[in-house]
Nanobody, 117 residues
């Protein structure tokens, strides 16, 4: 059974930082492509950042230079370091995994990030 469990969300002031973490189980983690998505009220879910099994990354234009995705294959975790947060970053953040043979994707339940003064 695949499980993705996010943690680290919360309330932060504009300009602040948060670090999200996702713990995965039930997949071959080191060979999985991983990502963080977000969904704000009234909006569609959108990609924030991805990290592929080989380590390459890509980011949404809106978070480039502010967010960093990383993975720890020994701990089966994928993190999202978020700096210089803006109110527009307020959303539920979801962890995503695409394990081999890369035909299915899995989601966590999400963690809420609220950026507000």
């Amino acid at each position: 059974q695949v499980m993705l469990v996010e943690s680290g969300g919360g309330l932060v002031q504009p300009g602040g930082s948060l670090r999200l973490s996702c713990a995965a189980s039930g997949i071959i983690f080191s060979r999985s492509h991983l990502g963080w998505y977000r969904q704000a009220p009234g909006n569609q879910r959108e990609l924030v950042a991805r990290i592929f099994s080989a380590g390459s990354t890509n980011y949404a234009d809106s978070v480039k230079g502010r967010f960093t995705i990383s993975r720890d294959n020994a701990k089966n975790t994928v993190d999202l370091q978020m700096n210089s947060l803006k109110p527009d970053d307020t959303a539920v953040y979801y962890c995503n995994a695409i394990p081999p043979p890369y035909g299915m994707q899995y989601w966590g339940k999400g963690t809420l990030v609220t950026v507000s003064s």
